[in-house]
């Protein structure tokens, strides 16, 4: 039994919802990525406007201060905003992978079923064969047989 149409649309099928959580996987990533930057940036903004209050405390110069203490709390509150989108963006991220992962594991059962049903037809296909083979041997046995017993019936009269 050949592999049937609807095994072939399977894995068809199979692939291409295969490659479409793949690509919402990536888009996930990219996304956590984004916001692990955006965080980065935001820590660091936070750490340079301390470093800068630090330095303008120890120079003296009032006039300083301010603007450190402001860039302080920017980089502060921009990573406590990102701080609960990143958390959201690692679940997300971890439900897309597990989804992708699901998806190949369907298709690689489709390709199992496929390959499996291949190789009993190849199977079944030299069993034919082998039968093919085995009846024209016995037809042919049979033949001689019957022609040798033909030939000797007039010589034992």
């Given at each position: 039994m050949p592999v049937s149409n609807a095994l072939k649309r399977l894995l068809r099928i199979r692939d291409l919802e295969q490659e479409q959580h793949r690509l919402a996987l990536e888009s996930a990533l990219s996304e956590l990525r984004r916001?692990?930057?955006a965080f980065g940036n935001a820590s660091e903004r936070e750490r340079r406007g301390r470093g800068e209050l630090a330095a303008s405390v120890r120079a003296?110069?009032?006039e300083e201060r301010h603007p450190a203490q402001v860039e302080t709390e920017i980089g502060?509150?921009?990573a406590l905003v990102?701080?609960?989108r990143i958390r959201k963006a690692e679940a997300e991220t971890m439900r897309r992978r597990q989804a992708f992962l699901l998806k190949r594991i369907e298709r690689r059962q489709a390709e199992?079923?496929?390959r499996e049903t291949e190789?009993?037809?190849e199977i079944e296909e030299l069993r034919?064969?082998?039968q093919r083979i085995d009846e024209w041997y016995l037809s042919r046995t049979i033949r001689e047989e019957r022609k040798d017993a033909a030939t000797r019936t007039p010589e034992g009269k």
């Amino acid at each position: 039994m050949p592999v049937s149409n609807a095994l072939k649309r399977l894995l068809r099928i199979r692939d291409l919802e295969q490659e479409q959580h793949r690509l919402a996987l990536e888009s996930a990533l990219s996304e956590l990525r984004r916001l692990e930057a955006a965080f980065g940036n935001a820590s660091e903004r936070e750490r340079r406007g301390r470093g800068e209050l630090a330095a303008s405390v120890r120079a003296g110069e009032q006039e300083e201060r301010h603007p450190a203490q402001v860039e302080t709390e920017i980089g502060h509150s921009h990573a406590l905003v990102l701080a609960p989108r990143i958390r959201k963006a690692e679940a997300e991220t971890m439900r897309r992978r597990q989804a992708f992962l699901l998806k190949r594991i369907e298709r690689r059962q489709a390709e199992t079923l496929i390959r499996e049903t291949e190789a009993a037809d190849e199977i079944e296909e030299l069993r034919k064969g082998q039968q093919r083979i085995d009846e024209w041997y016995l037809s042919r046995t049979i033949r001689e047989e019957r022609k040798d017993a033909a030939t000797r019936t007039p010589e034992g009269k």
